[in-house]
């Protein structure tokens, strides 16, 4: 079982529509979940940053995290067609005051005007 | 603010020549830093990172190597490149929430 799965996708979405993107992960040690946004030939740009199960907000965002069924799931309001964007979850473990971060593949979203 | 800078932004290299990436940052101090490669369909697979000036801790065994001569400045190499060297380079740098931050990338073709 892979440490981090994420659907591929591509989700292909109306604008306006609410978004759902998903993560499953096996290491209980996990902590922290953070969620990256990454145009076509750019680098991720971090979005949400969680520590603790529940929800997080910030503006059209929510990232929510269910560490008891090892899932974290980011939503998208009003889906903008700048949205269009492949998604990467990402989660770590701290370990001596660094750590390395486990990545999905990404979800790959076209939101279509 | 802080910034990450990578160059080339693209490079085009032949089979058996060297390589030479470079990342700085700015705007923060002893910075954890790392090299990633994403290739199409596998992800973002994490190659270097370092705590500290001279000190890398490699991840995948390879052919590639990573330096770290001062204190903001991350250096990826190789001595002789191949075809599967080719993919797309990022450099990152974590503050001390772990948060990553990541450069514009390299994107590097072996031919």
């Known amino acids: 079982q892979k440490e981090v799965e994420q659907d591929p996708g591509p989700l292909s979405v109306p604008e306006g529509a609410i978004v759902s993107l998903n993560c499953t992960y096996s290491?209980?040690?996990?902590?922290?979940f953070m969620w990256y946004r990454q145009y076509s030939r750019k680098g991720p740009e971090l979005l949400m940053y969680?520590?603790?199960?529940g929800n997080k907000e910030d503006g059209r965002f929510t990232a929510q995290v269910d560490k008891s069924s090892k899932y974290i799931s980011l939503f998208i309001r009003d889906s903008q067609p700048s949205d269009s964007a492949t998604y990467l979850c990402?989660?770590?473990?701290?370990?001596?005051?660094?750590?390395?971060?486990?990545f999905g593949k990404g979800t790959m979203l076209l939101v279509s005007p | 603010s802080q910034t990450i800078h990578q160059w080339p932004a693209t490079l085009v290299q032949p089979v058996g020549s060297p390589l030479s990436l470079e990342c700085t940052v700015e705007g923060t101090s002893n910075p954890n830093l790392y090299w990633y490669r994403q290739a199409a369909g596998r992800g973002l697979q994490l190659l270097f990172y370092?705590?500290?000036?001279?000190?890398i801790s490699s991840e995948v065994p390879q052919n590639l190597s990573a330096s770290r001569p001062q204190d903001r400045q991350f250096i990826l190499s190789s001595k002789k490149l191949l075809l599967s060297d080719s993919g797309f380079y990022l450099c990152?740098?974590?503050?001390?929430?772990?948060?990553?931050?990541f450069g514009p990338g390299t994107r590097l073709t072996v031919l």
């Open positions: 290491n209980s040690a996990f902590q922290y």
């Open positions: 990402a989660m770590s473990a701290m370990n001596s005051g660094y750590s390395t971060l486990t």
């Open positions: 990152a740098w974590s503050n001390r929430f772990n948060e990553q931050f």
């Open positions: 969680t520590y603790s199960s």
């Open positions: 370092s705590v500290g000036i001279g000190q």
